[in-house]
């Protein structure tokens, strides 16, 4: 019984993975996107999404590593769509977070690439999430209670 489960979800995941140019897209990013992929061969896969607003940016991506399983130079690559001509920003090789802080709102999209070392093929993860990028008022008000908390210090001492 267990290993039937094992072939058909192994047989599944094979049959997902025979498209080498996979496109997702996660429209408005969440607060946290994540994304799973199986994998073969050389590949390039998509993630569309758009910024709704100036955003704080953190993305890592992560592989299985084993002789069923693994991926040779694995990239996360991250532009931004400007009409006919895309944007590069920046790229990373996985198992290294990265955030890139002021991104503009708009539309962006990840470009995951690699070559697959498992017998196999290979399984990876991307997730990012975003954090949205103070105000000025936001570092006045900061600014303005420590400010306060100084006075109260300077008084109780007195």
Known sequence: MKKTLVAAAVSGLLAVSGAQAATTNWDVHAPVEVGA?????????????????DTSLSTIGSSTESALFGIADPMIWLYKEMGAVDTFISAYSF????????????????????ITTGSTGGVYTLVSSTAPVPEPETYMMLLGGLGMIGLMAKRRMS
């Open 37 to 53: 992929s199986f994998v073969s061969g050389s590949f390039m896969d998509i993630f569309t999404f758009t910024l709704a607003s």
């Open 95 to 114: 198992d290294h977070s990265f955030t890139i802080d002021s991104l503009a709102a708009g539309d962006y999209y990840y470009k995951v690439t690699g």
